[in-house]
């Protein structure tokens, strides 16, 4: 098939939406043939285009032809991943590549119209991204050769493997806002590869080492496990050893840089002599602004994690385990906060330019001080006296957080608004359960006030004006809870 039949043939699919077109094209293209025989990018663009399009083209009007083009799909899916992955072949050509961003496609718009697929008990109706996901969590012979793949590949060559687990984490995450217990499998399958992605930290191409932290990222928040913990914090611990000795002031405050674009990132480490026969050494890493958020959200899920095993009376052997780790951690820690100046200042460049990471830091924060109110008189466990000094020293709070975000978006009432409007982040969820912290200790709310804000009365103004919002109507939901609880915060802060 030549580069025009190509181009004709998406052409044509895009305008038809035919599904009998594409279920001939998907049964009588000479894929492999086309992608390994041709160094014209364009023409393997062009070509995996069209393989893409072939497994999202979804018409609604021609079922039956559609419903065709599915099991072909299906069929087609599978005999694929099985032979990328047969036993003792673990091929890797230069179509793998192309294949896993096939792989990719499917798998995101999978999730996207994953709420249209209600009934998922008939196979015959699965999305081909069903199949595929089925597929790689249940077959032995995928993951070994995932396995093997991160063993042995390197640099970018890992990019297109950690995007597709990265795909399989997050139809996890929508698997269980279903209630579908399929995500319990797919998170066990993915924790079995969770100390090859940690080594990934390290890599020196930066593209690797922000993905491969996003994902442990993904992986911790939502599947907190033992032994999860277990193995990321030893990993972490090395993370932050190797930032302490070679990140330097200079390079933090660079990185942290609000004129910096989101492609400026640094190289630390020690670096090897041009004649040195490892050109890359181990403790050499990339480090961008997005790693250091991912790295200081695993932080947080960590410590919560290890609250969490404490406030457990059964866990005492569990925390012993940990116990090491944890202290290493915790004096690292210690000395990178002592080196970094104005820790809240880098904590808003790290995440003040996204609502869902800065309002997730802010509960991750709300999180473990909860636990350390509940904890009072419960726990006197080593590893909770820890997290406590950390915290207390490090001064990171909820009321300081959120009154310094407030600060430097210029206490503007209408931002909360939005946020308590939109359904994209948990803010809702925050501010309520941040209005019952004040109540708990004003006091403290108000120390910080004076510590942080120039006048009280700025912040009051900022809620009151919120609440005005809130009284005027038209939320898409019942506000009468969160109006009675911010006028009772206000009324006992006066």
């Known amino acids: 098939m030549t580069d025009n039949n190509i181009n004709e043939s998406l052409d044509t699919l895009i305008q038809s939406q035919s599904p009998h077109l594409a279920l001939h094209l998907l049964q009588e293209v000479p894929w492999d043939r086309l992608f390994h025989q041709t160094d014209d990018p364009f023409q393997v663009y062009t070509t ?10 979804n018409n609604t009007t021609e079922k039956s032809a559609q419903y065709e083009l599915n099991q072909g799909r299906r069929v087609w899916i599978t005999q694929l991943i099985e032979k990328m992955t047969m036993e003792h072949h673990h091929q890797w050509t230069c179509a793998t590549p192309i294949y896993l961003e096939l792989c990719h496609t499917i798998l995101k718009d999978y999730r996207k119209h994953s709420n249209d697929m209600s009934d998922r008990n008939e196979d015959e109706d699965h999305h081909v991204g069903w199949t595929l996901l089925s597929t790689c969590i249940r077959d032995r012979n995928v993951c070994a050769w995932i396995q093997n793949a991160l063993n042995t590949k390197s640099g970018m060559d890992c990019v297109p493997l950690i995007v597709l687990m990265t795909d399989i984490a997050k139809t996890c995450k929508s698997w269980m806002e279903q209630d579908n217990n399929a995500s319990q499998e797919g998170w ?5 590869h969770l100390s090859q992605i940690c080594t990934l930290w390290l890599d020196p191409h930066i593209t690797v080492a ?40 200079q390079q933090l405050y660079s990185l942290c840089d609000p004129d910096r674009t989101e492609f400026f990132y640094s190289t630390v480490g020690d670096h090897p002599k041009e004649d040195d026969d490892d050109m890359v050494d181990k403790n050499c890493l990339a480090v961008d602004r997005e790693c250091l958020k991912q790295a200081t959200q695993i932080f947080f899920i960590i410590l919560a994690a290890l609250m969490d095993i404490s406030l457990a009376q059964e866990n005492k052997d569990k925390n012993k385990i940990l116990n090491n780790s944890l202290h290493e951690l915790i004096n690292i820690t210690t000395m990178l906060y002592q080196e970094a100046g104005d820790i809240l200042e880098i904590l808003f460049e790290l995440h003040g330019n996204n609502d869902e990471d800065a309002i997730n830091l802010q509960l991750d924060i709300l ?23 950390l915290l207390n020293t490090t001064g990171i709070g909820p009321n300081c957080l959120f009154l ?30 941040y209005l019952k912290y004040i109540e708990r200790d004003p006091q403290d709310f108000v120390q ?10 700025e912040v009051m103004d900022m809620f009151r004006g919120v609440l005005t919002v809130l009284q005027s109507g038209g939320f898409p939901y019942n506000p009468n809870y969160l109006i009675k609880r911010l006028a009772h915060v206000i009324k006992i802060l006066k």
Request: charged content about 20%; glycine content about 2%.
């Open 48 to 57: 995996a285009r069209l393989l893409q399009y072939i497994m999202i083209l």
């Open 188 to 192: 066990l399958w993915m924790s079995r």
């Open 210 to 249: 922000r993905r491969s932290l996003a994902l442990v990222g993904i992986l911790l928040r939502y599947y907190k496990r033992f032994e999860m913990i277990q193995t990321v914090l030893p990993f972490f611990v090395s993370y932050t050893k190797t930032l302490y000795q070679h990140l330097t002031r």
């Open 367 to 389: 999180n473990m001080y909860e636990k350390l109110d509940y904890s009072l008189g419960e726990s006197n466990s080593e590893n909770m006296i820890m997290i406590k000094h």
């Open 404 to 433: 310094f975000f407030c600060r430097r978006t210029g206490m503007d009432h209408s931002l909360l608004v939005d946020l308590l409007l939109s359904n994209e982040t948990e803010f809702l969820l925050f501010f309520v359960r």
């Open 448 to 457: 910080v006030c004076h510590t942080l804000v120039e006048d009280q009365e």
